[in-house]
């Protein structure tokens, strides 16, 4: 195994490209061109909800780290959960065998979710949490047919998901994934063929979606959804009443409801779980991300009694046969159960509250900006749409210049900040992003304005 510098390829050759191929020799990062992307800075430590540089510089932390570290960096509650648990058992196979983390945390969760949500199936990450959910939706109606309790449920093979959603990049969450908005339109050709629709949010669109469900629900075996936000896909809200809608309709035609709540889950929209704003009960939730407050991976498919009972036979291939290597990580339950503990000890619902307050009193400024779309708030969730954005790395680097850690994408700017946030700290996010904002939609005016073979300056 190489540990020097490949050799670089002609298509790599600029001065650029070289010194971030010698700075990066063997990492692959995600969701960026290497070849053309700035040289990401080398984060050293973190501290409540801050970022440190190697280079000695500080940055207030405006993402969570993808919306995870909800109690901030280094909480010591969780710091002693991991340390005490390492020390007993950092891991063990969950096939053949159990741990008390993994039971304390499934039956902590069957409490804090509502309805008959009961059963838990622990994975690593958000995206195989939605494989495992659309894997028993599927299987739940093969095995109904198979015991002759809906002989009609065996046509039940596809999966109908929403525009603008996002459900993970593995090979079977990128064929629910919106083909056109989303990162995976490559893989089109490549992908099994699913149902793609608009969210109810008008009449003419809840007409169509009755339509589509009229002629081809009997195919359906699950309806895919982000309760309340489209998270990666543009962090596009819609109102409780959709949920309740589809709650309706998947009865109706019996198909089974999946919330995605990997991004909402454990606070972000104000409430525990963005559900509980509809008070509707999927049959399946996927939860991940905030679960462990950012410290380790672990993600949970959460089923309905009756979704599991469907399960149970004398036949073995009646049972769920997936498993992942380090399903259930005592490590990362023991953090996952400390993080529950600060949900019970700590007041983070009404630090929810009071970042919603903020966000909206001090993001509204940002509405009077030339090239604004939107600006709009759930929780602590604070976004400010553009109606274009051709700079997100020149941005993100306008950012750590105020000393921020701001991560724009696709054409919008937002923040989910650390629950554990002060005023000071947020109103830093707030300010740095608004004159960032200000100076670059001010310049694209000016640009626009001047003559040919003028500029301006900022």
């Given at each position: 195994m190489s540990t020097s510098a490949p050799a670089l390829s002609?298509?790599?050759?600029?001065?650029?490209?070289?010194?971030?191929?010698?700075?990066?020799?063997?990492?692959?990062?995600?969701?960026?061109?290497?070849?053309?992307?700035?040289?990401?800075?080398?984060?050293?430590?973190?501290?409540?909800?801050?970022?440190?540089?190697?280079?000695?510089?500080?940055?207030?932390?405006?993402?969570?780290?993808?919306?995870?570290?909800?109690?901030?960096?280094?909480?010591?509650?969780?710091?002693?959960?991991?340390?005490?648990?390492?020390?007993?058992?950092?891991?063990?196979?969950?096939?053949?065998?159990?741990?008390?983390?993994?039971?304390?945390?499934?039956?902590?969760?069957?409490?804090?979710?509502?309805?008959?949500?009961?059963?838990?199936?622990?994975?690593?990450?958000?995206?195989?949490?939605?494989?495992?959910?659309?894997?028993?939706?599927?299987?739940?109606?093969?095995?109904?047919?198979?015991t002759g309790h809906d002989p009609q449920a065996n046509q039940r093979r596809r999966l109908l998901s929403f525009r603008g959603g996002y459900h993970g990049d593995t090979m079977g969450m990128m064929?629910?994934?919106?083909?056109?908005?989303?990162?995976?339109?490559?893989?089109?050709?490549?992908?099994?063929?699913?149902?793609?629709?608009?969210?109810?949010?008008?009449?003419?669109?809840?007409?169509?979606?009755?339509?589509?469900?009229?002629?081809?629900?009997?195919?359906?075996?699950?309806?895919?959804?982000?309760?309340?936000?489209?998270?990666?896909?543009?962090?596009?809200?819609?109102?409780?009443?959709?949920?309740?809608?589809?709650?309706?309709?998947?009865?109706?035609?019996?198909?089974?409801?999946?919330?995605?709540?990997?991004?909402?889950?454990?606070?972000?929209?104000?409430?525990?779980?963005?559900?509980?704003?509809?008070?509707?009960?999927?049959?399946?939730?996927?939860?991940?991300?905030?679960?462990?407050?950012?410290?380790?991976?672990?993600?949970?498919?959460v089923a309905r009694r009756e979704i599991f009972d469907a399960f149970l036979s004398e036949a073995p291939e009646a049972a769920l046969m997936h498993g992942p290597t380090f399903m259930a990580n005592p490590l990362a339950c023991a953090v996952a159960n400390a993080s529950l503990d600060l949900f019970a000890r700590e007041p983070r619902l009404e630090q929810v509250a009071a970042i919603s307050e903020q966000l909206r009193e001090e993001l509204a400024p940002c509405r009077t900006l030339p090239g604004v779309r939107d600006v709009r708030v759930m929780g602590a969730i604070g976004v400010v749409e553009l109606e274009k954005l051709d700079n997100a790395p020149e941005l993100g680097r306008r950012f750590m210049q105020e000393g921020v850690w701001i991560r724009p994408f696709r054409n919008i700017v937002y923040l989910t900040p650390a629950f554990t946030i002060t005023p000071e700290q947020l109103r830093k996010l707030t300010a740095g992003l608004y004159r960032v904002l200000k100076a670059e939609l001010t310049q694209q005016v000016r640009s626009k304005q001047s003559p040919p073979g003028k500029t301006h300056s900022a």
């Open positions: 002609q298509a790599s050759g600029t001065p650029a490209a070289q010194a971030r191929a010698c700075a990066l020799p063997n990492l692959w990062l995600p969701y960026c061109q290497m070849q053309t992307a700035p040289l990401p800075p080398t984060v050293s430590h973190t501290q409540g909800t801050s970022l440190f540089l190697a280079d000695g510089q500080e940055l207030t932390d405006g993402v969570a780290s993808w919306w995870t570290a909800c109690h901030g960096y280094n909480h010591p509650h969780l710091q002693q959960a991991l340390l005490a648990q390492a020390g007993r058992m950092p891991h063990v196979m969950f096939g053949g065998l159990v741990h008390e983390p993994a039971r304390t945390l499934a039956a902590r969760l069957a409490d804090l979710l509502p309805g008959e949500l009961e059963r838990v199936f622990f994975t690593d990450s958000g995206s195989v949490a939605m494989e495992v959910a659309a894997k028993i939706a599927l299987q739940y109606h093969m095995n109904k047919a198979r064929a629910v994934c919106d083909p056109e908005e989303g990162m995976h339109a490559l893989f089109g050709p490549a992908l099994p063929s699913q149902i793609l629709a608009d969210l109810p949010t008008s009449p003419e669109k809840l007409v169509a979606l009755e339509s589509l469900l009229s002629t081809q629900g009997h195919e359906i075996a699950a309806m895919l959804v982000e309760p309340l936000v489209q998270g990666a896909g543009g962090m596009v809200f819609h109102p409780p009443e959709v949920l309740q809608t589809l709650r309706r309709l998947c009865d109706r035609h019996g198909i089974l409801l999946v919330f995605d709540e990997i991004f909402t889950g454990f606070g972000r929209t104000g409430t525990l779980f963005a559900c509980q704003q509809a008070d509707v009960v999927p049959d399946i939730i996927a939860l991940s991300k905030a679960l462990t407050g950012g410290m380790l991976p672990l993600a949970a498919t």
